[in-house]
């Protein structure tokens, strides 16, 4: 298990600071060979201060790569060290939540300071994506959706219903409207069927420039079959 084989590194450790090579203090990172994983460190190495919490619900993962994590040992503490569940469980995304929801803080040295090999067989490709995606699903619903009255989801296509689909019932009672700028799809509505229900929702479909904050941006990453999706005000 990884999270238990970080748990045992911690807890065999004395010094008041934990590096983790494999609050939290992220850095930019050199990925190997350099064609692998292209867009992912492109994104990763983007980030700014700011984005290191607005984009959090995004399918990449945490946004400060584990491997580069240095943390005080209170930090580890406080969260309750890794998920222990075994193979298939993304220990580091469940313990970065977890630091937040503590009001934990995350700061970036803009500066590559670790070379990062890629491995095909590493642990981290054992995770299914549905796993990933039901874990940001439920933080979202607890952490930002609950406070909204109602909200709009930007993707009238495949993706965007994917993500309302996946939402609880509570929460999809509060999409508003499906916005788009496909003049295909703006002006039709949405009538997602349910086996044995005899009435369900019809959900408008409108142009971007008609709708009305906050909005969730559900974006499909190109040649990928990932899903992100953010938390977005129209300006």
Not at 146 to 174: C, M, V
Not at 191 to 199: I, L, R, S, T, V
Request: with cysteine; aromatic share 14%; charged share 25%.
């Amino acid at each position: 298990m990884v999270g238990y084989s970080k748990n045992q590194a911690v807890n065999q450790s004395s010094g008041n600071y934990l590096c983790f090579q494999d609050v939290i203090i992220g850095s930019n990172f050199e990925r190997l060979p350099e064609d692998s994983t292209v867009r992912f460190t492109r994104w990763a190495n983007s980030l700014k201060e700011e984005q290191l919490y607005r984009q959090i619900y995004t399918s990449h993962g945490p946004t400060l790569i584990m491997p580069t994590w240095f943390c005080d040992r209170k930090v580890f503490e406080r969260v309750g060290g890794f998920s222990e569940s075994g193979k298939g469980t993304p220990e580091d995304l469940i313990f970065f939540y977890r630091h937040l929801d503590n009001d934990g803080r995350l700061f970036k040295v803009p500066r590559c300071l670790l070379v990062y090999r890629y491995h095909p067989g590493a642990t981290t490709f054992s995770i299914d994506e549905k796993t990933i995606w039901n874990i940001r699903i439920k933080r979202l619903q607890e952490k930002v959706l609950i406070d909204w009255l109602s909200f709009t989801i930007w993707n009238a296509g495949k993706q965007g219903r994917h993500f309302y689909k996946s939402l609880e019932p509570l929460f999809q009672d509060k999409v508003a409207a499906f916005c788009d700028v496909d003049v295909k799809k703006v002006g039709k509505y949405y009538a997602p069927y349910e086996k044995g229900a005899k009435n369900f929702p019809k959900i408008p479909i409108i142009h971007f420039k008609d709708s009305t904050p906050p909005l969730i941006i559900c974006v499909k990453l190109v040649r990928t079959n990932k899903i992100l999706f953010v938390i977005g005000t129209k300006h």
